[in-house]
């Protein structure tokens, strides 16, 4: 799925995107609620059936909230929502 600039994601906005690859794309977004930007990171809607796919991306975001460092982001929460979430 690849969005545009002022796409919305529940309370997310979406900048720009920043790279994309095999799991997916990474968008530089604002977080309408907060008041500050964030990566968010988006997979495709075939990975929700990938059951490797959902595993592997569970272990990432397990992984990097386990991580402290000035020089690594931390991870603030995670979430799904399908085509009708996207404004």
Do not use: W
Not at 42 to 62: I, K, Y
């Amino acid at each position: 799925m690849s969005l545009s600039a002022g796409t919305h994601l529940g309370s997310y906005e979406i900048v720009e995107r920043i790279a994309a690859g095999g799991m997916g794309e990474v968008h530089r977004a604002r977080d309408t609620r907060l008041e500050r930007d964030v990566a968010l990171k988006v997979l495709p809607g075939a990975s929700a059936n990938d059951s490797a796919r959902m595993v592997r991306f569970t272990r990432e975001a397990q992984i990097l909230a386990s991580l402290n460092h000035p020089n690594i982001s931390d991870l603030r929460g995670g979430g799904s929502c399908d085509r009708d979430g996207v404004d």
